[in-house]
């Protein structure tokens, strides 16, 4: 089972610092995504910074939201617990 994400903060490069409650702690590098799909909504920086905790992920206010499985996947881990 993946752990759920606790915190998220956006980067000003387009990734996201992410805290999982498990303690571990990494950065998620959205470039890859952005020119695909729903992940089009957020290329625009004042949409990307918009993001936020919801129920055990993150989503952005404009609806686009990420899976916690592919979160943790995804994530560079910068520390373990």
Known sequence: MYPSVVSVRPNEDFSLSVVFDDGAKGVLDMNPYLDFGVFKKIKDFEQFK????SLDTVQW???VDLDPEFIRAKCKITEEV
């Open 50 to 53: 918009q993001v936020r905790i």
């Open 61 to 63: 206010e404009c609806g």
